[in-house]
Nanobody
Framework: QVQLVESGGGLVQPGGSLRLSCAAS????????MAWYRQAPGKQREFVAA???????NYTNSVKGRFAISRDNAKNSVYLQMNNLKPEDTGVYYCNAEFSYLVMGLRRASTYWGQGTQVTVSS
């Protein structure tokens, strides 16, 4: 049974910081690409940051220089350090795990999502 359990969300003032954690179980963590997505009220879920199994990272433009994704393969965990938070960062943050592979030349993927953790940036 695969589980991705997020924690660390909360209410923070603009300019503040939060660190989100995602603990994975039931998967071979060190072969999965791990990512964070977020969904603001009334909007579609959007990509925030990702880390490959080897630790190469990628960010959406709006969080570059403020957020940092990291992973600890020994602890089956991925983290998102969020600094200088802005009201537009408000939303539910979801942990995502994905492993892509080929079957007879066709790409397949195993994808899992956590339940989400609320981040609210407000004064």
């Amino acid at each position: 049974q695969v589980q991705l359990v997020e924690s660390g969300g909360g209410l923070v003032q603009p300019g503040g910081s939060l660190r989100l954690s995602c603990a994975a179980s039931g998967i071979t963590f060190n072969i999965y690409h791990m990512a964070w997505y977020r969904q603001a009220p009334g909007k579609q879920r959007e990509f925030v940051a990702a880390a490959t199994p080897g630790g190469i990272t990628n960010y959406t433009n709006s969080v570059k220089g403020r957020f940092a994704i990291s992973r600890d393969n020994a602890k089956n965990s991925v983290y998102l350090q969020m600094n200088n938070l802005k009201p537009e960062d408000t939303g539910v943050y979801y942990c995502n795990a994905e492993f892509s592979y080929l079957v007879m030349g066709l790409r397949r993927a195993s994808t899992y999502w956590g339940q989400g953790t609320q981040v609210t940036v407000s004064s």
